[in-house]
RNA sequence: GCGCCUGUAGCUCAGUUGGAUAGAGUGUCAGUUUCCGAAACUGAAGGUCACAGGUUCGAUUCCUGUCAGGCGCGCCA
């Protein structure tokens, strides 16, 4: 509808251009938009204000020569030239029937479009270390990935669904290093855990599923373990140096079977963990991307190699550097640590490499807010080895700060003092969880007031949008239990006695929805589609409660049957993009 | 100190990429069921769009500065 507007305004202008009406000026590209109110018709058009300045003419005169010059059309009934220069265009009511027309017959596939036709696009989102269970910070990455991927999809991109898993890296030994403590404890060793150790129950079920599984096959003394390694914080020392004499420790006791065997039942345990809450989340992934296959596959070596080939790695203090600041970055970056360890960004590098040499078309990575300053040695990096850093795009999300009542709640992993993601689906719901973490844009600080969400959670509004879907479920119920049925054919012949001002405007909201969800797809912002979908539910509820449906007069009684229906269409393609489910009643 | 994000109704947030009289939810107050589900609807009240300049026909939106909050500035990940 809005091309075709623009499609007659050009037409208009070229005919007052030729004519010499208007003098000869470069037309901008023509801007259409619905307008606010609805006394101000169905669209608006900006141009004659916007090119009052290039041809020294009053904008109201552009707009009138424009108005006289248009050509003849059948979908609009009035045309208006109102405030300083807008030109109001009122649709005709043949027009704005032909949504319901459109729904009923695309059905599911009502709203998708091709824009992203023919364009590949990998998404990389929560991506948590596997050292613990996901918690509600990671919660909010889960849902605005699996939602922006959703949307590429309705919109014509091939949708590639990652998790990086950290599986290799400090972190991880740490964990093993943990569980082994934890392992031994319960075989009766009298030790102190570090305080830089991962102290979650979890933890301690992992060591005694190894126990019950392995019985005393990792079994070293207490006295043994702890000979010779420095004191730990409380002790007067340095925690970090205390953990990393531990992780040597479990290395050399163990061997490197043993060790590994260890490590991997921590991470798998973890690991499997994660998989099950974000499919039970409804966070579904294609690929689940081991950062330790690209260390032992070598790409992170060949990553660092290529660099040194284009000549941007020196060597200082022992350790080897990434020059970054030649492509903007703060300061240079370490690659190889003086113990020759690579660090993290040596992985990262090699594997966004990886991604863009996949043939991806774009990468997409979703980042907690708290790396944004990570943003800029990736893309050097990529820059350096001759990538073009443009096909990497980081969208970032917010911190949600967790509130019980007024009093914030602190959140550790190490000190295992987190709410789960887990527990949030069991308190409020997956459909709640999902709808309140994607009502806002994910660059807003969010509050999230768990007692709120509890004691509250009537007040959500995903039960608005669901009750609106189940409310029609509900009428046809009705019209069962009364003997009688929907007509499709008969409805969609009466469409034009839909002229009341409740359907006009459902009529409207419906006839928006590609344009919502194309929006929300390009500019990878979810939370319109969620406001739009809650706009949509209150003018069907304000419909509801202004008009019967279920009437005598059969003509206008089935139009509106088709009405509602088409209504139910919508929110339910909405619901599926957002993850949320669509009862029948509830 | 430097960098990124944010500042809109009592509270939580939108604001169609610069448009017309700044909007919802929630909270407060006042109403609506012999009628398809009241998890709904109607109405009232509530604003110096943090503050000060600038750009232009026009600024909540873009630019600069100030103030306030969040995050980041490791040979951690």
Redesign the pocket.
Known sequence: MKDQLKNSIELSLKAAISQQILPEIDLPEI?I?????K??GDF?C?IA??L??SAKMN?RQIASTIVDNLPETDFITDVTI???G?I?FTLSTDSSIQVVKDVLAKKAEFGLSQVGAGKSVQVEFVSA?PTGPLHVGHGRGAAYGSVVSSLLTATGFKVHREYYV?DA???MDILATSVWLRYLDACGENLTFPSNGYKGDYVLDIADSLRTEHGDKFLHSAMQVFEGIAADEPQGGDK?LHIDGLINKAKSLLGDANYRQLFDSGLNSILTDIRDDLADFGSDYDEWFSERSLVESGAVEKAIEHLKSENVLYE????WWFKSTDYGD??DR?VV???G?T???ASDIAYHLNKLQRGFDEVIDIWG??????IPRVKASLTAMKQDENRLKVL?V??AVLYRGKEKVAMSTRSGQFVTLRQLRDEVGKDAARFFYV???A?????FDLELAKSQS??N?V??VQ?AY??VC??F??LAERGLAWDEQQGLQNLTKLTEEHEQAVLTMLARYPEIVE?AA??H?P??LA?YL?DLA?DF??Y???????IDEQDLSQARLSLIVAVRQVIANGLAILGVSTPE??
Do not use: C, W
Not at 316 to 319: N, Q, Y
């Open positions: 801007q938009e619905r307008t606010k109110d006394a101000h608006a900006n204000m916007m009052a300045k904008p109102a405030g300083p807008f109001n270390n950290n890296g400090r972190q970090e200082k203090d022992g350790a703060e300061k370490v640590r003086d113990n360890q660090t993290y960004f807010s708290d790396h944004h300053g990570y970032l917010q911190f009502m806002r844009g660059d807003q600080h969010m509050d009537n007040d509004p039960y608005y009750y189940a409310r509900s009428v119920r009705q929006s390009l500019n912002t939370h319109i406001h809650t209150r509820h304000t509801y409660n202004a008009h019967h449906f279920i009643s509830m």
